[in-house]
């Protein structure tokens, strides 16, 4: 089973709202990543967790928080967000973080700022 | 530095035609290659990756992709197009450790496929 899964599919916030996105997968990955993706771009990287912990953060602003609870969920917390921060967000994990290794994507959570 | 090329941000073909989708990268030590396909409303999907394994890769729905060495190149190729092979599909190069090891994309290519 390749799936990854992504809750909510959309989410709709006002910018004084605190919201979580969730990411879970059951395939013994140990890398686990979240990408922004605006319509027609290519995914950009946001955070990559390697082994439980932030290996890279994207010079990302702080109203975006990753946790990491475990080797098979990932959240992302947000706070104060502001309209340009609208997009499809995706999760992804590969077995291991490194060039050779496959990432598999969730299908995304559609994010509305308002 | 590394990066990735695709020529063509939009490409159009009728059901039953080649399907060619360009793809050149730029890489100073032996590359990784991918290609991801997108559909309206959903995630990445992967079609199939370059390991040096071989050159010719095949992958999933039909699609396979050659690794041109002398023509830094990773084009993909499906023989026929299905109408559901419209999506936007992206190449991607797996970076090095100057670049974090993280995918650097292409800008995608948006594939129509006309009846």
């Known amino acids: 089973d390749t799936e990854v899964t992504q809750t909510p599919k959309h989410l709709v916030m006002g910018m004084t709202n605190k919201k979580s996105l969730k990411c879970e997968q059951h395939?013994?990955?140990?890398?686990m990543y979240w990408y922004k993706q605006k319509a027609k771009k290519p995914p950009e990287l946001m955070f990559v967790?390697?082994?439980?912990?932030?290996?890279i953060n994207e010079s990302v602003p702080s109203r975006f928080s990753p946790e990491c609870p475990n080797s098979s969920l990932l959240n992302l917390h947000l706070h104060a967000l502001q309209p340009e921060d609208s997009a499809l967000y995706l999760c992804?994990?590969?077995?291991?973080?490194?060039?050779?290794?496959?990432?598999?994507f969730g299908p995304g959570t559609r994010l509305t700022v308002t | 530095a590394q990066s990735v090329t695709q020529l063509g941000s939009h490409v159009s073909v009728s059901e039953g035609a080649l399907v060619l989708l360009r793809c050149n990268y730029s890489?100073?030590?032996?590359?990784?290659l991918f290609w991801y396909v997108q559909y309206p409303n959903q995630g990445l999907q992967l079609l199939l990756k370059?390991?040096?394994?071989a050159t010719l890769v095949k992958g999933i729905n039909g699609f396979e992709a050659e690794f041109k060495k002398s023509e830094t190149s990773f084009h993909l190729t499906k023989p026929s197009a299905h109408m559901s092979d419209a999506a936007e599909y992206f190449c991607?190069?797996?970076?090095?450790?100057?670049?974090?090891?993280?995918?650097?994309w292409g800008l995608g290519t948006s594939l129509a496929v006309n009846p």
């Open positions: 991607a190069v797996s970076g090095d450790a100057g670049n974090n090891r993280k995918l650097i």
């Open positions: 890489s100073s030590v032996p590359p990784y």
């Open positions: 370059y390991t040096s394994a």
């Open positions: 967790y390697s082994y439980e912990k932030l290996s």
């Open positions: 992804a994990s590969s077995l291991l973080q490194g060039q050779t290794y496959e990432q598999y």
């Open positions: 395939m013994g990955h140990r890398a």
